[in-house]
């Protein structure tokens, strides 16, 4: 790559701009770089994934006039869970009764204390390897005592299980908040985790009420984002509970079955020329 150009490909080729000309990125996640033309020893391939990620680096360094949305580094510390639910509680959610460990007999206690039963999710990563996902799981104490051996492979994320009337994604946008209503009860495989099949669900455009919204935005906007989505539990009591937010996570599906414009805003933002915009 000439450092002083940048190439693009897209659909129809490659375009060559200067740095300058790039006035905005949309940023998700990076993936390791696939060297499948060559054939190379794990060192070789590790080495060269290296170099790669370092070119990565400089480039982002040549972008740095850019609005990105979101910035590498701040979307990596915004991804903290630990953190995510301190600072929603301090903002007036309600956030379940949670502890990290890879302590089986911690984790036993602690389900007794949550009635028996206890949902378990990842630290960090989702996913595992290509097409295995990590979703959230409810465990009773029998299934606990049978596992003791693989919850003492790494820290999981053992929560209280919540009562749920339905759910709502969240997607914050610069100062919108667009909601989304998850029926997720209706399906007995969608019931813990609505990720297990979300196209078998009926959504809703959902008006989160004025105070919640607020929060969603105050959290996102806290951590320098211009974007995240939150994930959120309604009670039969109509009390909202702040599971977590992803600044990557996905909106897509949301308005091919419901037409929120989420995207149309997020082209607001990627193209606004207001210079105070660039504030994060």
């Known amino acids: 790559m000439d450092m002083d150009r940048i190439k693009i490909h897209g659909q129809d080729g490659c375009d060559l701009f200067e740095p300058n000309e790039i006035s905005s990125v949309w940023y998700r996640r990076e993936l390791p770089s696939i060297f499948s033309t060559i054939s190379m020893s794990p060192e070789a391939l590790e080495y060269s994934r290296s170099e790669a990620q370092i070119m990565l680096i400089a480039l982002k360094e040549k972008l740095a006039h850019a609005r990105w949305v979101n910035k590498p580094e701040k979307n990596r510390i915004a991804s903290d869970k630990l953190s995510q639910l301190r600072d929603a509680r301090l903002r007036g959610f309600r ?6 460990t890879n302590d089986p007999l911690a984790v036993i206690e ?6 028996g039963k206890v949902i378990v999710k990842a630290l960090r990563r989702g996913t595992i390897e290509a097409g ?4 959230s799981n409810l465990m009773d104490i029998a ?43 209706e399906q ?5 985790d609505w990720r297990r099949n979300p196209l078998l669900l009926k959504h809703e455009i959902f008006n ?6 607020e929060r969603c935005i105050t959290m996102t906007r806290s951590c320098c984002l211009w974007y995240s989505a939150f994930d959120l539990i309604v009670t039969p009591e109509g009390e909202y509970v702040f599971l977590e937010h992803n600044p990557v996570g996905q909106f ?22 207001n210079p105070l915009d660039n504030v994060l």
């Open 188 to 192: 007995e495989v969608t019931s813990i």
């Open 132 to 135: 295995k996902v990590f979703y």
């Open 208 to 213: 989160l009420p004025t105070e919640v919204a």
């Open 95 to 100: 956030v379940p009764k949670t502890l990290v």
């Open 252 to 273: 897509a599906w949301l308005e091919e079955l419901t037409g929120i414009p989420i995207g149309k805003k997020l082209l607001e933002i990627l193209t606004s020329d």
């Open 143 to 185: 299934l606990l005592q049978k596992h003791t051996m693989s919850i003492t492979v790494a820290p999981l994320i053992f929560q209280e299980c919540i009562q749920k009337d339905f759910e709502v994604r969240a997607i914050v946008v610069g100062v919108t908040c667009f909601g989304v209503k998850i029926l997720s009860q």
């Open 110 to 115: 602690f389900a007794r204390e949550c009635g």
